[in-house]
């Protein structure tokens, strides 16, 4: 008698149906489609996670390798309906683009642990009271081989139950290297921390139980309630330190650092911003609104200038608040003490900037509170007028100077007026609005450069024109120690010694202080600069080379040829 093709309402499906137990890694064991299939797909690996945290929600992520490309590709995520236990609805095979379909979707055995079989149906508007012409069935193995003691029962029951022979069951092909399952990715979305997934696929792998039993020890001493006390005393507050807080609760600093990670509080550095009064928040939308919608359109170009004061001494940069020193009281004046003038000599740097360009830069020296009217006409503006000459000549602009009363005297827009040069007014101005305008972080970066190149050398001459002057002595093991290098990176360039044998030599040879000697960098310090200053210099070496080798020497003592 031939087997009879079952309905899905009379097949059974697994008793007590455990979702937690069945859920995670699946591989493609055996498959049966009734259609052709012209690309087999090998390396077939499936994982089944709660989708959004629902229990009555599947969704299968999928991952499987082509005949025709080598790399791995994802499919899916196909989503389940399993409000009924076993007995679940394939409601989409793709849960981004593809369709309704609502297929049946039953895992007929399962042990949990190595074996499972899947028997669905893919026909349009089935009904489980008859039986199906498009099907699909699966085995499914926890991993990419499944023994025959499980094997051989599962092919007999498909065989005698559903109707498929032993020679309808198509293998998958499962290669070493297996197609890597994105599971990771879903459960971080979902709000898990990569470390606790990590431990849970280990603890899987090594055979242990998944769930997480209550521990022996101490309790810890910053429970909920504690961290919440941290949360409210640390966050969003100033003046707190992870000192003062370990003092408050009677903890290690250490202990305060690790619970602020752990609820997820983190160190920022406040910004510098101007500081508004309220009439200015009140000015500053209406002022700009109606800078851009009565003064500017999209095709104008906004010309902004400033200026910014150095001053030489730099006391205080970061870098220069400090010294090193083996006794506090034996140290010279100016490195000991940071002086402070009222009005201090200083160099005035004035330009201006638009979307095309940089102006001409004015420099100059002074001294007092700032620029005046007299300098600001007879040396700014008029590198801003050969500006706009230069670069905007035929374009609609608008010159948007800040409010520093130099800029807006009587004898300045009279200039502007005079030489037609469109500026913004005085009412209309915004005040404070340093993010509308570039020129104050081409400022910062400006101020950097030169604190970096001028620490403590006052020599405000050559900056505007004039000859060197310096108000200390030269110091000779500088000079030594320079003179030193410079001989060593001249040898390391023309010579093929080892960088640490010029190294030795040049120290023996050079008779430096015992200071010079102990601030000069070491063998080592120097090792890697000079190891790329003579790979820049060496010519590099052929990879390869064709030559002929004369016949006289292609033959042995005896005549015999052993060259080909």
């Not at 202990?255 to 752990?262: A, P, S, V």
Request: include cysteine.
């Amino acid at each position: 008698m031939g087997c009879r093709l079952p309905t899905f309402s009379s097949l059974p499906a697994q008793k007590n149906f455990d979702l937690c137990r069945f859920l995670g890694i699946w591989y493609e064991i055996k498959f049966f489609k009734t259609e052709d299939v012209p690309d087999v797909w090998s390396d077939f690996v499936q994982s089944f996670d709660l989708q959004d945290h629902n229990k009555r929600r599947l969704i299968a992520y999928g991952q499987a390798r082509s005949t025709t490309v080598k790399n791995c590709f994802p499919f899916g995520p196909m989503s389940l309906d399993a409000s009924n236990g076993a007995r679940m609805i394939l409601i989409t095979e793709d849960l981004k683009n593809g369709p309704i379909v609502d297929w049946p979707f039953l895992i007929i055995q399962t042990d949990y642990d190595n074996y499972a079989l899947a028997y669905f149906c893919t026909s349009k508007n089935y009904k489980q009271n008859k039986p199906c012409e498009e099907r699909q069935l699966k085995i499914y193995g926890r991993k990419t081989t499944l023994a025959d003691k499980y094997l051989k029962p599962l092919i007999k029951y498909v065989n005698d139950h559903l109707c498929v022979s032993p020679g309808q069951l198509r293998t998958t092909v499962h290669s070493e290297k297996s197609c890597p399952i994105q599971r990771l990715k879903h459960f971080v979305q979902e709000g898990f921390k990569r470390s606790t997934i990590y431990n849970i696929i280990k603890r899987y792998e090594n055979g242990l139980p998944i769930e997480d039993h209550p521990r022996s020890g101490r309790p810890p001493y910053f429970d909920r309630k504690n961290l919440k006390r941290l949360q409210h005393t640390a966050a969003n507050r100033i003046g707190v330190t992870q000192r003062k807080l370990a003092r408050k609760f009677g903890v290690t600093q250490p202990t305060i650092y690790y619970n602020l990670k752990k609820i997820g509080l983190k160190y920022y550095k406040r910004q510098k911003a101007p500081k508004y009064t309220k009439k200015q928040l009140q000015q500053i939308p209406k002022k700009c609104g109606n800078i851009r919608r009565r003064l500017t359109t999209k095709h104008t170009f906004i010309i902004v200038d400033d200026e910014k004061y150095f001053t030489f001494s730099n006391d205080d940069m970061p870098q220069n608040t400090g010294f090193y020193s083996f006794d506090k009281e034996h140290v010279p004046d100016n490195v000991k003490y940071k002086t402070k003038e009222k009005y201090p000599k200083k160099v005035l740097v004035w330009l201006s900037l638009s979307a095309k360009g940089i102006s001409a830069p004015f420099i100059g020296t002074t001294k007092g509170p700032a620029i005046n009217a007299n300098i600001y006409i007879k040396e700014c503006l008029s590198k801003l007028l050969a500006f706009i000459e230069t670069y905007h000549f035929h374009d609609d602009y608008v010159f948007w100077p800040d409010l520093a009363t130099s800029h807006y005297a009587n004898e300045i827009t009279q200039w502007l007026l005079q030489h037609q040069i469109k500026f913004i007014p005085k009412q209309v101005n915004p005040p404070k609005v340093s993010k509308a305008r570039p020129i104050e972080d081409f400022w910062s970066i400006l101020a950097n450069k030169v604190s970096r190149h001028f620490v403590q050398t006052l020599f405000y001459h050559p900056l505007s024109g004039g000859k060197s002057i310096h108000d200390h002595e030269t110091n000779p093991d500088l000079i030594d120690a320079k003179c030193l290098r410079q001989q060593m990176k001249e040898r390391v360039i023309n010579e093929l010694t080892p960088i640490s044998v010029i190294y030795e030599e040049e120290m023996a040879k050079t008779p430096l202080s015992d200071s010079a000697t102990g601030t000069f960098p070491t063998n080592q310090e120097l090792y890697q600069t000079f190891a790329k200053l003579r790979q820049k210099h060496l010519l590099a070496l052929p990879q390869s080379s064709l030559f002929t080798i004369p016949d006289p020497f292609k033959l042995t003592a005896d005549g015999k040829r052993f060259l080909l």
